[in-house]
């Protein structure tokens, strides 16, 4: 019964996470707001991970799973920045961009959950990863102007629906032998964020970043090559009408 409800129990750690965020970021205490939501991408990890492993999978799971990203990664991710940034924003475009990000969550989601994706990629940015940049850009507001963590909130809600591809790093197994490690991993991981809230989520925001520039970069050379093709196709189609 417990090996059945591992994975679950992850996810909820998962749900769990984001709600102890929302709350300690309303109690000015952003910094350890945006680690709960990095341990919750540990946790998300993990779930998926496990359960394919002890091959546990279900649709139960792949639902609670959803539900769960779209409050730790979405929503909690949101007020994070919604707090630390757009309070002195004009009250209605706070709330729409604060809105926008997990409503483009959602959408990621229920897309993932219904339309069959390319073998080693994710269509879109994956939530988990969107959060881990939000959360973590929020810890920079002092260095960052306004302006530009508005543009960066929504840069990353389109990403999330854009149909970019990212590589998809879930599918690396866990040995059915080492997933009894995995709590004291976690553990260790919640421990080591709250010793060191602050440096460990600006060192983490790195990674992130690049992860969520990969797509755009990937979106901008897509955008070339179809202008390069038109092109190629208009002078193609001079040529052939074109009297000798």
Do not use: H
Not at 181 to 202: E, N, R, Y
Not at 225 to 231: A, D, E, G, S, V
């Amino acid at each position: 019964m417990l090996t059945k409800s591992l994975p679950n129990l992850f996810t909820v750690g998962n749900l769990f996470l984001g709600i102890i965020s929302i709350i300690l970021v309303f109690n000015n205490k952003p910094e350890l707001a945006a680690i709960m939501v990095i341990v919750a991408m540990l946790l998300d990890g993990l779930d998926g991970s496990v359960a394919r492993a002890l091959n546990v999978q279900s649709e139960f799971g792949k639902e609670l799973d959803s539900l769960s990203d779209v409050i730790s990664f979405g929503v909690a991710p949101a007020f994070i920045m919604y707090v630390v940034a757009f309070t002195e924003l004009n009250a209605a475009a706070a709330w729409i961009v604060t809105a926008i990000f997990p409503i483009c969550g959602a959408l990621r989601l229920a897309r993932f959950n219904v339309v069959a994706g390319t073998p080693g990629y994710f269509i879109g940015l994956p939530i988990p990863a969107a959060g881990g940049v939000l959360c973590t850009l929020a810890l920079f507001q002092k260095e960052l102007n306004t302006f530009v963590l508005v543009l960066s909130t929504l840069l990353l809600s389109y990403l999330m629906v854009s149909t970019v591809k990212y590589p998809n790093f879930k599918k690396i197994g866990i040995p059915k032998a080492a997933i009894w490690i995995t709590p004291i991993v976690v553990v260790i991981a919640v421990v080591v964020a709250v010793q060191f809230p602050g440096t460990l989520s600006k060192m983490i925001f790195v990674p992130l970043l690049l992860y969520a520039l990969y797509g755009l970069k990937k979106n901008v050379e897509r955008l070339f090559t179809r202008r390069k093709r038109k092109n190629k196709s208009i002078d193609e189609v001079k040529s052939e009408t074109t009297p000798l």
